[in-house]
């Protein structure tokens, strides 16, 4: 499979415990996106990289969470502390080089997290 | 910010019979709408897209509408089929931004 690949899954962790997602975006993409997905709701933007520069950040995400994209491959999410409220899926995009204008975004299948 | 507002959030069509689904966007300045089909417990994928600069695309039973200057876009679906039950949503986005703005999604029902 050459697409957007999400690691785990499925994720259960205790309130207060420290989790970690990583994506592995389509290689040659040098574009890639953090949301948040809640029962009933569509993807809420939470970061952007291009490249390894994280370039945009929404007011969702808190100091508790951070993302990387070192070497400008994969990605990985960290959320500190975790709050029942961080229950939610975790979708990871990509999309390749914008020449212009927007293309689309690939998703992955994203990492449902549950919070207990 | 923008902000997507979709409707329904329920649809339920016969199989045969079209399906329309609106969406309105409130920064003038989007020029990016595409439209992403999610099946149960599966990735969001985009079925078709369309850029202000048009304002009608098709692809076989798929086709969106755009009015600029109303700030909204549709998605018609003729000739449903049951495999065409799934969360649909509409987003926005400008070419200088970095964000698709998703509406809330509508869950679409083809019974046979």
């Known amino acids: 499979d050459t697409g957007v690949s999400q690691d785990p899954r499925h994720k259960i962790t205790k309130r207060g415990q420290n989790v970690t997602f990583r994506c592995d975006p389509i290689s040659e993409h040098n574009r890639l996106y953090w949301y948040r997905q809640t029962l009933g709701q569509g993807p809420e933007f939470l970061t952007y990289?291009?490249?390894?520069?994280?370039?945009?950040k929404s007011r969702l995400l808190s100091d508790r969470f951070s993302a990387e994209r070192p070497k400008g491959s994969f990605s990985t999410l960290e959320i500190q502390r975790t709050e029942q409220g961080d229950s939610a899926m975790y979708l990871c995009?990509?999309?390749?080089?914008?020449?212009?204008?927007?293309?689309?975004?690939?998703f992955g299948q994203g990492t449902r997290l549950t919070v207990v | 910010g923008e902000n997507v507002e979709q409707h329904p959030s329920t649809l339920s069509v016969q199989e045969g019979d079209s399906a329309v689904i609106k969406c309105t966007y409130s920064?003038?300045?989007?020029?990016?709408f595409p439209w992403y089909k999610q099946e149960l417990g599966k990735r969001p994928q985009l079925i078709i897209d369309i850029r202000s600069n048009v304002g009608e695309k098709k692809d076989q039973r798929i086709a969106v509408t755009l009015n600029k200057t109303a700030k909204h876009f549709s998605l018609h679906i003729t000739e449903t089929q049951p495999e065409d039950s799934a969360v649909y949503f509409c987003?926005?986005?400008?070419?200088?931004?970095?964000?698709?703005?998703f509406g809330k999604g509508t869950s679409l029902l083809v019974t046979p």
């Open positions: 920064d003038s300045a989007s020029n990016y």
């Open positions: 995009a990509s999309s390749p080089p914008r020449q212009g204008r927007n293309t689309e975004a690939f």
């Open positions: 990289f291009q490249n390894e520069a994280q370039l945009e």
């Open positions: 987003a926005a986005m400008r070419d200088s931004g970095y964000a698709l703005n």
